[in-house]
């Protein structure tokens, strides 16, 4: 089992950043892939960014304003951040960590981040 705890949302007005963090705990062994999904109301959960063996990849919505990274402390806990930069309102939604072990995917609780105009 993996657990994944986000924090860092808020509300923020357009121009402003944010950092969330998302900390992974549990069996974490050889998970290779974190990503950063975000759902706002009336929409479909759309991927942000990821990160695969240190190789990103971002929404064209998002790219040269959102930057993912990760630090494996040890083998107990991996942490993966999205620094937001140059928010826009449009970037409101709740934002959601997630991985995958063994073809099953794991989702934290997400965190709400509104942006004001």
């Known amino acids: 089992q993996v657990q994944l705890v986000e924090s860092g949302g808020g509300l923020v007005q357009a121009g402003g950043s944010l950092r969330l963090s998302c900390t992974a705990s549990?069996?974490?062994?050889?998970?290779?892939?974190m990503g950063w999904y975000r759902q706002a109301p009336g929409k479909q959960r759309e991927l942000v960014a990821s990160i695969t063996r240190g190789t990103t990849n971002y929404a064209d919505s998002v790219k040269g304003r959102f930057t993912i990274s990760t630090i494996s402390r040890d083998n107990a806990k991996n942490t993966v951040y999205l620094q937001m930069n140059s928010l826009k309102p449009e970037d409101t939604a709740v934002y959601y960590c997630s991985t995958k072990k063994w073809g099953v995917d794991y989702w934290g609780q997400g965190t709400q981040v509104t942006v004001s105009s």
């Open positions: 549990g069996d974490i062994f050889s998970i290779n892939y």
